[in-house]
């Protein structure tokens, strides 16, 4: 690792600020290289580009990658649970699966050398993020099955920290293992870094009682205005960092000390971003989904995998040296985003606002039914204690208020129900923010 005249330090200097055509150099050579295989190896691949009526040599130019079709998550569930495999089961050396709300999850598999990538790309976006080898990192994110756990562990072994495997839940434990054993880095969600928070409060800790000084959070959308309470809450840096297990787990992008988007590892993934609907390239400045090729994965490697995250990229260079383009925070993904009466809702448009109201915690749900032929959206939203115990007529006053801003940021009607302080549901793991209930009918 070297240091530079940089906010952070950089950990893989040789890849991470390479010139960009010689990235794209290393990029289209690492796709010839992934599509020709796969197309040996997974029948599965081979039939998709022979129907597509492109072969692995027509791949000449980036802009080829074009010409492949999308991979999406019901082909990998179609293929469950080793037909996707590019390797025979006995080189791999982790299995792991993705959290699938519905029907059978996606299995995901590793080989010696993607493990040895995996490591080193956590490695890379936790030392932007401010971790170095005299950390104490506690991780907070469930180590069965889910890529969150493993990916981290193994990244900051990598960098040389000590490494507190806690794993997600048991919240009391996870305070007083903080307070006594004293991390300097938090690994976990954003949601459940406030629900930590909240317990430390609690139990009558204030950030000085702790030696936290870095949060690594990612595995959710989360907006800026959360970033600013966590901070506060746990007097920390506070980063975010994305992946899915479909790609690697952790490690396809991560902040550096700018914070100002997050830097994707460019030489082993090819990012695309494009129009949900159309399937073309996205206009820039416009909205997109993020379309993911895996360059370097040896045991899984997706093609064009299409992620429905939705971000806008950042093209301009980064005042830390990385050459890499960036992703801005996640508006959501496409199935978060609520369709009611035919606008566009989406839960960081409320986790917006909850932040900028007082009397109120940013835990909210959104839950949307249809009656007859209409939507109807509720927003519950958790109050604080203080407004609780308050009298009523403040009470009213913020719910108008905050019905008001809602309504203004979301441009649909909707039922605001103000609850109790701690009765909607919080998980060491993702955030649910929403329910649809027209799903089901
Ligand atoms: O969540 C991998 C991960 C673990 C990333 C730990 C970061 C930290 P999956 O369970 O497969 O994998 O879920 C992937 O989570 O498609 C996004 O919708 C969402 N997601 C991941 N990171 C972020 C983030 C892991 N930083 C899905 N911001 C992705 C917003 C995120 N959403």
Redesign the pocket.
């Known amino acids: 690792m070297q240091d530079v005249a940089c906010p952070s330090a950089i950990w893989d200097i040789e890849n991470e600020c390479m010139s960009i055509d010689e990235r794209k150099a290393l990029q289209l050579q690492r796709l010839q290289t992934q599509v020709a295989r796969l197309y040996d190896r997974v029948p599965f691949y081979r039939e998709r580009l022979d129907s597509a009526g492109v072969s692995p040599d027509q791949i000449r130019s980036l802009d080829d990658v074009r010409r492949l079709p999308f991979t999406t998550k019901a082909d990998l569930r179609d293929h469950y649970p080793y037909g996707m495999l590019a390797v025979p089961l006995e080189e791999c050396a982790r299995l792991h699966c ?2 699938g709300t519905t029907g059978k999850p996606t299995v995901v598999a590793y080989t010696k050398k993607d493990m040895e990538i995996w490591s080193d790309l956590v490695a890379r976006f936790a030392t932007a993020a401010g971790v170095h080898k005299h950390d104490l990192v506690q991780i907070a ?1 469930g180590y069965g099955l ?3 756990g493993f ?2 562990h193994y990244g900051m072994e990598r960098i040389g920290a000590c490494v507190l495997p806690v794993s997600g839940g048991n919240t009391d434990r996870q305070v007083q293992l903080l307070h006594d054993l004293r991390a300097s880095v938090l690994v976990c969600t954003p949601s459940y870094s406030l629900h930590i928070a909240e317990v430390m409060k609690h139990a009558g800790l204030s950030p000085k009682d702790l030696n936290l000084r870095v949060g690594l959070f ?5 907006t800026e205005e959360m970033r600013t309470e966590i901070e506060a809450r746990l007097g920390i840096s506070a980063t ?7 790609i690697i ?2 490690g396809v992008a991560g902040e550096c000390g700018e914070k100002k988007g997050m830097h994707f590892q460019e030489d082993h993934f090819l990012v695309e971003h494009i129009n949900p609907q159309t399937g073309e390239e996205a206009k820039p400045g416009e909205l997109g989904e993020l379309v993911i090729t895996a360059l370097t994965r040896e045991a899984f490697a997706a093609i064009r995998y299409r ?3 939705l971000c806008y990229l950042m093209d301009e260079p980064c005042p830390c040296g990385r050459t890499t383009r960036r992703m801005t ?2 508006v959501g ?1 496409s199935d978060d985003m609520l369709i009611i009466r035919g606008v566009n809702v989406y839960p960081s448009q409320v986790e917006q606002v909850l932040l900028k109201m007082s009397g109120v915690e940013p835990h909210y749900l959104l839950t949307v039914a249809r009656a007859g032929a209409m939507d109807h959206l509720e927003i519950k939203v958790e109050m604080q204690a203080a407004l609780f115990s308050d009298e009523m007529k403040r009470l009213h006053k913020i719910e108008k208020e905050l019905e008001h801003r809602l309504h203004s940021a979301l441009g649909v009607s909707f039922k605001l129900t103000l609850v109790e302080p701690g009765t909607l549901e919080r998980g060491a793991g993702k955030a649910k923010r929403v329910l649809d209930l027209r799903k089901k009918e």
Do not use: H, I, M, V
């Open positions: 993705s959290t994110f889910f890529t969150g990916g981290l990612g595995s959710e959308p989360w975010d960092n994305y992946g899915l297990s479909e787990g952790p992620t429905r995250d925070k996640l993904r």
